[in-house]
């Protein structure tokens, strides 16, 4: 079945550093790829849509400036939490899209930040 | 502005129950509906659902959508501790692909 890694599982930075998230579709071409925030007992927020090649589509309230999503090729994406603080820290997870396949079926491992 | 709403927040239950989790959608321009586990990491995908009235099965979990009411339920009969989880659903529209997710029902099954 398709596989869709994210690395790193999770990071500890200092408030100020950036931080890069990569999101891997491994057998397949992700023509698109979405980031979601998940706040402890919380659902799934969409942070921005990423479609390959073309910038990121971003969600009301979430700041492009401070979430740099790149779509470089096929089969990554990555998502820089720039100048993080501590309100930053939070589970992000991507999800995959092949084309013409369903969307939503594959996440990433998710990775946890904590920004001290 | 598109709306996925689960209920209940929480349900605890003993092993054997059989447990119904529901999801009500407002959705423009819906395409599906998709179930989900989510145990410690990232969500792991359960079912999706496109037409009404026509039930998906995988093993002791069933699920199907109401169109015309605008809800799903996900059933899973004969609970085992491994069933404890949050689960999620999320409404897809056709244009767009963006996934909008309830707030999640948080399942624990007691021994």
């Known amino acids: 079945g398709a596989v869709v890694s994210q690395h790193p599982s999770w990071v500890i930075c200092k408030s100020g550093t950036s931080v890069k998230i990569e999101c891997r579709s491994l057998?397949?071409?992700?023509?698109?790829m979405f980031w979601y925030r998940q706040f402890p007992k919380q659902s799934l927020m969409l942070m921005a849509t990423?479609?390959?090649?073309?910038?990121?589509?971003?969600e009301q309230g979430v700041e492009k400036d401070k979430f740099l999503i790149n779509h470089a090729s096929l089969t990554l994406s990555t998502l820089t939490v720039t100048s993080a603080h501590p309100e930053d820290s939070s589970f992000y997870i991507c999800?995959?899209?092949?084309?013409?396949?369903?969307?939503?079926?594959?996440f990433g491992q998710g990775t946890r930040l904590t920004v001290v | 502005e598109d709306k996925v709403v689960q209920s209940p927040l929480s349900l605890v239950v003993h092993e054997g129950d059989t447990v119904t989790l529901n999801c009500s959608y407002e959705?423009?321009?819906?395409?599906?509906l998709l179930w989900y586990k989510q145990e410690k990491k990232a969500p792991t995908f359960l079912f999706m659902l496109?037409?009404?009235?026509i039930e998906k099965k995988s093993g002791r979990l069933s699920s199907i959508l109401d169109k015309k009411e605008l809800f799903s339920i996900l059933n899973i009969t004969a609970t085992q501790t491994g069933d404890s989880a949050v689960y999620l659903c999320?409404?897809?529209?056709?244009?767009?692909?963006?996934?909008?997710f309830g707030g999640g029902t948080r399942l624990m099954v007691k021994p």
């Open positions: 959705v423009t321009n819906f395409r599906s």
């Open positions: 999800s995959a899209t092949r084309t013409g396949g369903l969307v939503g079926a594959f």
């Open positions: 990423s479609n390959e090649g073309s910038k990121a589509t971003y």
């Open positions: 057998d397949f071409q992700a023509t698109t």
């Open positions: 999320a409404a897809i529209r056709n244009a767009g692909n963006m996934l909008t």
């Open positions: 496109t037409s009404s009235g």
